[in-house]
């Protein structure tokens, strides 16, 4: 805390000091000591430091530049939000169609054809059958494709 404390004074009289320099000093016994004076040794153990900046970085605007920042903002944020809503539907399509996909492996009425053969009466798949599970990929693919 004490260091702290010397710390914060010293960098306060830097910003004070005339020529704006500032000398950072390790002695050979491990101290360290700040000063705007040039120490007659430049030995080792001498730094001069960057002089602090003559701004805080703090810059004043105009209400009409304020304003046409916060629209902007807000027109940011009105976009991702409506990004994100329409990556949310499109995953919930995905979901559908793949439920639908999913329930829809089982034949319905009509989709089977009866043959008979020397093993008696059998029935097939037909086209019905085949026709309604490639629309079921089609839309699933399509789901995918714009959640992606």
């Known amino acids: 805390m004490r260091r702290a404390c010397l710390l914060l004074i010293v960098l306060c009289g830097a910003v004070w000091a005339q020529d704006g320099k500032v000398y950072k000093i390790v002695h050979p016994d491990g101290r360290v000591t700040y000063t705007d004076k040039p120490p007659a040794d430049k030995g080792a153990g ?10 805080s970085g703090v810059q ?19 976009e991702r939000d409506k990004r994100a809503l329409e990556e949310q539907r499109a995953r919930e399509k995905l979901r559908e169609a793949e439920r639908a996909k999913e329930a829809g492996e089982e034949p ?20 019905d059958y085949t026709e309604r599970q490639e629309k079921l ?11 992606e």
């Open 108 to 127: 319905l009425a009509g989709e089977r054809t009866g043959i008979v053969g020397k093993k008696g009466a059998r029935t097939r798949l037909n086209e």
């Open 60 to 78: 004043v605007m105009d209400p009409g530049k304020a304003q046409e920042v916060n629209t902007r903002i807000k027109a940011g944020l009105e």
């Open 137 to 147: 990929d089609e839309d699933v693919n399509r789901a995918r494709k714009a959640a």
């Open 46 to 55: 001498v730094k001069e430091l960057p002089a602090a900046p003559g701004t």
